[in-house]
């Protein structure tokens, strides 16, 4: 079948790939021909797009990188961490993570594999933590951190973890490689929910893994995700490269509408707080200045009036969408307490400021007039 090719990767719907003769089959399950076996191992659009998602996260920088799509965040997220992990082992992390991880995390404990957690912008205390254990094995960083957008220093902490032994995981959903680059800061593995920015239409599920040492994703990930069967689908890939051609321009005007909706929020008088990168008194604001390009669509604020305030003000919501992802070209809200950190205690929650009438926006990419009418409609009682 000979034709001429379409100018778009094109999506490949096919369980395996025929051989021409029984030497080709052999030299390609042997790897001394590149070629396609299985849908589980491999798949052109698949391929296409972890590819890319790698390139964008090595860009500007050098050397080899490697990426693996898969058919979740979490699938992204447990290739890793069971293939790194081992009885005994320990992963060190932050105590906002995201809920399905923090779940995962926990779930490895009847495999020996212990959780610590620390702050991870607070440099001594986390050295001190980090000479009690000679067997840690990751350190697992969301930057920024959801719902409340505090920022760890990947550099810093790269050097560090590097110092004893152990491996940085970095989750990049939310700065996307467009925001910021783990890898290039001296992060081992980054790790993406494709789901949000990288589809960026909220049309599908899948995630990425990304690293530069080929060894581990030679010989541990790919292995692992092979076995276990985390493959991302051709359809969900495709539909992340579609998205990936539009990444850049999106996150742009992410960041610049979120900015706006920031600057609306802090002059308002009903709001007491309000969480985002861009906010020059930040208290990472260092942090933010040194490793994000952008400061990304993600905010959180908290109204006066509490869970009340926060409820009424959902439920007045016309123009924003109140859903349970982030990421997509529509502006979403979502209520942390009642909904991502529903099955978190709530001292455990209160400790890590995401309290009852905290709110978090995922600003799209909208007319900014758009966004801050519907947000000021729904605050309603003071002016603004
Ligand atoms: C959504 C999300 C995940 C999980 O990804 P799925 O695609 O839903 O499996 C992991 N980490 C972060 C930061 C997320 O927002």
């Not at 979120?258 to 929020?265: G, H, T, Y």
């Not at 099955?343 to 600003?363: K, P």
């Amino acid at each position: 079948m000979n034709y001429n090719p379409p100018h778009q990767v094109p999506l490949v719907a096919a369980s395996s790939f025929v051989f021409d003769s029984i030497e080709q089959g052999m030299d390609i399950f042997d790897g001394v021909e590149k070629g396609h076996i299985y849908g589980r191992f491999g798949n052109p659009t698949v391929d296409a797009a972890a590819a890319k998602i790698a390139a964008l996260e090595n860009y500007g920088g050098e050397g080899e990188v490697y990426g693996l799509f898969c058919a979740s965040g979490m699938a992204a997220i447990a290739t890793v961490l069971t293939g790194l992990c081992r009885p005994g082992h320990v992963i060190l992390t932050q105590g906002d993570l995201y809920g399905g991880t923090s779940a995962l995390i926990d779930d490895l404990a009847p495999h020996g594999v212990r959780r610590i957690t620390a702050d991870l912008r607070d440099s001594e205390r986390l050295e001190d933590r980090l000479a009690e254990h000679s067997d840690l094995s990751i350190v697992y960083v969301e930057t920024p951190s959801n719902p409340t957008l505090r920022c760890t220093d990947l550099a810093y902490l790269a050097d560090l973890v590097h110092h004893y032994g152990a491996r940085l995981v970095v989750d990049n959903t939310f700065a996307t490689p467009i925001g910021q680059q783990p890898l290039l800061l001296g992060a081992d593995v980054v790790l993406h929910s494709t789901t949000k920015y990288l589809n960026g239409h909220g049309t599908g599920v899948a995630g990425a893994i990304v690293c530069k040492d080929k060894q581990l994703m030679d010989e541990v990930f790919v292995p692992n995700y092979r076995l276990y069967g985390g493959t991302g689908n051709p359809w969900d890939a495709w539909l992340v490269l579609n998205g990936l051609k539009t990444l850049a321009l999106r996150m742009e005007r992410h960041s610049s509408n979120a900015q706006q909706v920031c600057d609306f929020l802090l002059r308002h008088p009903e709001v007491v707080t309000v969480n985002y990168p861009g906010i020059p008194t930040h208290p990472d604001c260092g942090t933010i200045d040194r490793q994000m390009k952008l400061h990304g669509g993600m905010l959180s604020f908290e109204l006066k009036g509490g869970l009340e305030a926060a409820k009424a003000f959902m439920n007045r919501l016309k123009f924003c969408t109140l859903t349970p992802t982030l990421g997509d070209v529509d502006t979403l809200v979502l209520h942390p307490a009642t909904m991502s950190h529903r099955s978190i205690d709530r001292e455990v929650r209160l400790a890590n400021g995401i309290t009852d009438g905290l709110v978090r926006l995922s600003i799209g990419i909208e007319d900014i007039e758009d966004i801050v009418d519907d947000i000021d409609q729904a605050i309603g009682g003071g002016k603004k």
